[in-house]
């Protein structure tokens, strides 16, 4: 038992209990409160984990008061503007950036695997037209189990690396296929002499024997968010693939998964409602009538894009994304009614005490949509560019629980409000 313990009672018999505390490395301890149930005979609730932890991980800490994201102990800001996304990826899946050498092996064997099984072609044309990518995408990576289908030994180092690598570079062939099939345009293949995310950007916009111009600053602009998206602690999309991982699921059940979870417009489909928001309010004088109904309880309306569950100051990621949105704009010379529009919320919402009191700022998606637009991305692409930067985080957190000593399924309790037992009538 920890030697640091909180005590509760319970004035109901003046009964009281001691539960551990357990310290992080850097952020808030824990009460362990496994054994509360059979102490207490008493469940506890927290709707939605607003103050509970699900779980012990190295790979991602978040201090949402002072707006910090690490990848294994690195500042985010770091790795988005020295680093690429591949090495990234790297760090979350093998604990520690790669070195030049290490780098140069990993890229290397990502763009070997970056073909998918021609078998895949079948399913997507089964597609109708105008299928929205996300759902192409999903059904794509649960196809891949199918053709990989021995089951994991994930204490087998080469088997899960072989497993981690599939995974990370078979995602964005199928992205950038979901995309062109959703569109009725013919597939580009991924070229073994590009870089990947070069690699996605071509696949997305060339055509059969034809060159596409790609600017150096769309490619570094796109691997930045790919890099910003890469893990986030226990999100919502990270909690459906741990969930998976707890049954011992096939990771690429586990990823079809997260990619569900992440569709959701409150979650990675909020980048795509931002854009739309923004377009549906059109121009900057009609700002003010959009904040008031943000504000207003009776309205369900949000603002997309503004507020987060842990960061109650600025979203690191979004600081970062700020200064890529307005280069990218200058570069390619883009001004647009959206941009002003964006930038008119911003200010009002930073110095609308509606939005302090509530640690409302813009948060990833904010600014990553406008990016994407001006990337060219079309707007129902924005969460699969979300899966494709998170794959790497998913699977590092599939792994750190997989490899646990033990695994305990999830399997949450309830407040059950339901009727008591009914005597039927025969
Ligand atoms: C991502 O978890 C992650 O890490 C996710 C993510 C990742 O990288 O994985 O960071 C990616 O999902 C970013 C968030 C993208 N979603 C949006 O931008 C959608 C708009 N935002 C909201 O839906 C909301 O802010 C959430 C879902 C992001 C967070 O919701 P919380 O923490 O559960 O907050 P809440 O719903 O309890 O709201 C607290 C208060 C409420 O007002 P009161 O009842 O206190 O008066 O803030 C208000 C809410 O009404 N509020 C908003 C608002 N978000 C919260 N009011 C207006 N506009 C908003 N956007």
């Known amino acids: 038992m920890s030697k640091d313990i909180i005590t509760i009672t319970n004035n109901r018999d003046n009964k009281s209990y001691e539960f551990p505390i357990l310290d992080a490395s850097v952020g ?12 207490t005979g008493m469940f506890t609730y927290d709707e939605g984990y607003t103050s509970t932890a699900s779980c012990q991980s190295k790979i991602t800490y978040i201090d949402g008061g002072a707006g910090k994201l690490m990848y294994r102990g690195y500042d985010i800001a770091y790795l988005a503007k020295e680093k690429t996304f591949l ?23 990502i763009t070997k695997r970056s073909f998918v099984n021609e078998g895949i072609k079948k ?58 099939y959703s569109n009725g345009l013919p597939i580009i293949y991924p070229d073994m002499n590009k870089g990947f995310t070069e ?3 071509n696949m ?21 968010i790919f890099t910003l998206h890469a893990d986030h602690e226990q999100n919502a999309s990270t909690t459906a693939v741990r969930n998976l991982a707890s049954t011992m699921a096939h990771p690429y059940a586990a990823i079809a998964a997260g990619i569900g979870a992440l569709w959701g417009r409150s979650h990675g489909g909020a980048n795509e409602s931002v854009i739309r928001q923004l377009e549906m309010i059109g121009t900057v004088d009609r700002v003010d009538e959009f904040i008031a109904k943000a504000k207003d309880k009776n309205d369900s309306f949000r603002l997309m894009g503004f507020g987060h569950r ?10 970062v994304l700020k200064e890529i949105r307005n280069e990218l704009m200058t570069e390619l010379g883009i001004s647009s009614e959206l941009v002003a529009v964006a930038e008119k919320i911003e200010k009002i919402a930073l110095s609308d005490e509606y939005f302090i009191k509530r640690g409302l700022y813009p948060n990833i998606d904010f600014y990553s949509g406008l990016i994407l637009q001006a990337l060219k991305i079309p707007k129902e692409m924005f969460a699969v560019i979300f899966v494709i930067g998170r794959t790497p985080g998913w699977i590092a957190q599939w792994s750190e629980l997989s490899k646990q000593k033990t695994v305990k399924i999830a399997r949450p309790r309830q407040l059950y409000t339901g009727p008591t037992e009914r005597t039927p009538e025969y």
């Open 310 to 319: 842990v960061y109650k100051n600025f979203d690191p990621r979004a600081t």
């Open 123 to 180: 399913l997507f044309d089964s597609f109708p037209d105008q299928a929205h990518p996300m759902a192409i995408l999903s059904a794509g990576v649960s196809a891949l189990s199918t053709f990989y289908f021995d089951h994991l030994e994930i204490d087998d180092k080469d088997e899960y690396q072989e497993m981690s690598n599939r995974i990370v570079a078979k995602i964005p062939t199928l992205a950038a296929f979901s995309y062109r």
């Open 28 to 39: 808030p301890s824990v009460v362990d409160i496994s054994t509360f149930y059979k102490e």
């Open 204 to 224: 997305l916009r060339a055509y059969p024997h034809s060159y596409v111009d790609l600017k150096p600053i769309e490619i570094k602009a796109l691997d930045t």
């Open 87 to 109: 090495d990234t990826a790297y760090l979350l899946l093998h604990d520690d950036l790669p070195s030049a050498e290490q780098l140069k092996a990993y890229e290397g064997e």
């Open 199 to 201: 690699n996605f950007l």
